[in-house]
């Protein structure tokens, strides 16, 4: 949960933002973001950090004057200037009540206190709180029965810059009023929603957020955005020591390279939106697994190496470097991330380790020659395992295997095209400093 510095660092960077807000990208977006809700007639809408209402009186013009709206903010120019709207809107927006509190601690604001709803919608703020899960939790205390929940989250390469701020300061342990780094593809809003009790309904990607699709920076632009985030619009006086400056603007350049492929970094306009309901009983959603925990199996071409699994898949990383070419044959190779202790090996007579370099740790199979797995000493609770050696078919549970990243496009093999497929793109490996 936000606590109170975190919350202030929130006000004291949308207050400024106030009085012109409404006439950037986000009016835009609420339009488009509405349009993918079904809201009836006389139902209750609550609309957490609700900013200026842009959204909010999208939705009152659509509950009509038989349904009810609640628009909850912590930043008082926000409210302020929501407010001046619905004055001069007068009896249209009668419907509508502006609610100053913090949408992490909902419980401290009286007028909600035995409420429920009918629609929660969350737009342009998820990512500015610690705790995902916990906060969709959260909010789903006062979400009815069969009650809809909208949100987005950035896609990764959104305000590339913001990015590369974030991570600068979670390797510095300094706080910053958002929280970008979970956000990777559609699959990981899917899986935050699930987590938190909630039977999904749509994940999609919102394009051309604020109007530009994408866009590319030079590498020696890092300079620009650096002076442009941590000097002028350091609101929140995250850098304000000279000796932190000194060493953020080390780990920014170094953090930067890391995103250039040909000396170019690529900026996406988009967010995932999600669109999810509370279980008709109240109770939480669980997600399908087997019931033996068993989620699928695998193994070499000859049998020999074989093991199951009992965590549920995520996204894919393609890996790109010189040393995956070389083992397997090809212009990269597949790993599936998975937790370590979720794998078992049922038969491991023919695995072998393979040590290419100090930094990771291989293994293959000496009887059919396949690559098996890929672990990393810093990261010693996960193992990858090459998908190759997945076999689908005994797949018990809803997955389809999805691109979530390439690595080390650096090395890419001069003859393979990335495809557009959404998914994130690393000149090296965002943990590459952890290696080092």
Same mark, same amino acid.
């Given at each position: 949960?936000?606590?109170?510095?975190?919350?202030?660092?929130?006000?004291?960077?949308?207050?400024?933002?106030?009085?012109?807000?409404?006439?950037?990208?986000?009016?835009?977006?609420?339009?488009?973001?509405?349009?993918?809700?079904?809201?009836?007639?006389?139902?209750?809408?609550?609309?957490?950090?609700?900013?200026?209402?842009?959204?909010?009186?999208?939705?009152?013009?659509?509950?009509?004057?038989?349904?009810?709206?609640?628009?909850?903010?912590?930043?008082?120019?926000?409210?302020?200037?929501?407010?001046?709207?619905?004055?001069?809107?007068?009896?249209?927006?009668?419907?509508?009540?502006?609610?100053?509190?913090?949408?992490?601690?909902?419980e401290e604001t009286e007028e909600l206190?035995?409420?429920?709803?009918?629609?929660?919608?969350?737009?342009?703020?998820?990512?500015?709180?610690?705790? $995902? +899960?916990?906060?969709?939790?959260?909010?789903?205390?006062?979400? +009815?029965?069969?009650?809809?929940?909208?949100?987005?989250?950035?896609?990764?390469?959104?305000?590339?810059?913001?990015?590369?701020?974030?991570?600068?300061?979670?390797?510095?342990?300094?706080?910053?009023?958002?929280?970008?780094?979970?956000?990777?593809?559609?699959?990981?809003?899917?899986?935050?929603?699930?987590?938190?009790?909630?039977?999904?309904?749509?994940?999609?990607?919102?394009?051309?957020?604020?109007?530009?699709?994408?866009?590319?920076?030079?590498?020696?632009?890092?300079?620009?955005?650096?002076?442009?985030?941590?000097?002028?619009?350091?609101?929140?006086?995250?850098?304000?020591?000279?000796?932190?400056?000194?060493?953020?603007?080390?780990?920014? +350049?170094?953090?930067?390279?890391?995103?250039?492929?040909?000396?170019?970094v690529e900026e996406v306009d988009s967010?995932?939106?999600?669109?999810?309901?509370?279980?008709?009983?109240?109770?939480?959603?669980?997600?399908?697994?087997?019931?033996?925990?068993?989620?699928?199996?695998?193994?070499?071409?000859?049998?020999?190496?074989?093991?199951?699994?009992?965590?549920?898949?995520?996204?894919?990383?393609?890996?790109?470097?010189?040393?995956?070419?070389?083992?397997?044959?090809?212009?990269?190779?597949?790993?599936?991330?998975?937790?370590?202790?979720?794998?078992?090996?049922?038969?491991?007579?023919?695995?072998?380790?393979?040590?290419?370099?100090?930094?990771?740790?291989?293994?293959?199979?000496?009887?059919?020659?396949?690559?098996?797995?890929?672990?990393?000493?810093?990261?010693?609770?996960?193992?990858?395992?090459?998908?190759?050696?997945?076999?689908?078919?005994?797949?018990?549970?809803?997955?389809?295997? +999805?691109?979530?990243?390439?690595?080390?496009?650096?090395?890419?093999?001069?003859?393979?095209?990335? $495809?557009?497929?959404?998914?994130?793109?690393?000149?090296?490996?965002?943990?590459?400093?952890?290696?080092?």
């Amino acid at each position: 949960m936000l606590d109170e510095r975190q919350a202030a660092d929130a006000i004291r960077f949308y207050d400024s933002k106030s009085w012109d807000y409404d006439a950037t990208w986000h009016n835009d977006f609420t339009k488009r973001f509405i349009s993918y809700l079904d809201i009836q007639p006389g139902q209750h809408v609550l609309d957490l950090a609700c900013g200026t209402g842009l959204l909010t009186f999208r939705e009152a013009e659509a509950v009509g004057p038989e349904g009810q709206v609640v628009g909850v903010d912590v930043t008082p120019g926000m409210l302020a200037v929501a407010a001046h709207r619905q004055k001069q809107g007068g009896d249209r927006y009668s419907n509508i009540t502006f609610l100053k509190g913090d949408v992490l601690h909902l419980e401290e604001t009286e007028e909600l206190k035995g409420r429920q709803f009918d629609v929660i919608t969350v737009a342009s703020a998820l990512v500015l709180f610690p705790d $995902p +899960k916990a906060a969709i939790e959260h909010w789903t205390q006062l979400l +009815k029965p069969r009650g809809i929940i909208a949100m987005d989250a950035t896609h990764p390469r959104n305000l590339v810059s913001g990015m590369v701020l974030e991570r600068v300061a979670r390797r510095l342990e300094l706080r910053i009023p958002y929280n970008r780094s979970w956000s990777k593809s559609e699959d990981t809003l899917k899986q935050t929603l699930e987590s938190a009790g909630l039977e999904v309904d749509q994940v999609t990607t919102v394009e051309n957020q604020a109007g530009y699709g994408k866009r590319f920076y030079e590498m020696e632009q890092w300079d620009d955005f650096f002076v442009e985030n941590v000097i002028v619009k350091d609101i929140a006086r995250t850098f304000a020591n000279n000796e932190i400056r000194r060493k953020a603007q080390e780990l920014y +350049k170094e953090e930067w390279e890391k995103l250039a492929i040909d000396g170019k970094v690529e900026e996406v306009d988009s967010v995932f939106l999600g669109i999810a309901r509370k279980p008709a009983d109240g109770s939480r959603y669980v997600s399908k697994v087997v019931n033996d925990e068993v989620v699928f199996k695998g193994g070499c071409r000859c049998g020999g190496v074989q093991y199951t699994c009992t965590a549920v898949p995520t996204g894919l990383t393609l890996c790109h470097c010189r040393a995956c070419q070389q083992v397997s044959g090809s212009a990269y190779l597949p790993f599936l991330p998975i937790p370590k202790d979720a794998i078992k090996f049922t038969h491991s007579d023919t695995r072998k380790v393979l040590r290419l370099t100090e930094f990771a740790e291989r293994t293959f199979c000496t009887g059919c020659g396949a690559p098996l797995t890929m672990t990393y000493p810093p990261f010693r609770g996960e193992i990858a395992m090459v998908m190759g050696t997945v076999d689908l078919e005994s797949m018990r549970c809803e997955w389809t295997p +999805k691109v979530e990243r390439h690595i080390f496009l650096n090395e890419k093999a001069p003859w393979v095209v990335v $495809p557009d497929d959404g998914a994130e793109r690393w000149g090296t490996w965002e943990y590459a400093h952890v290696l080092r």
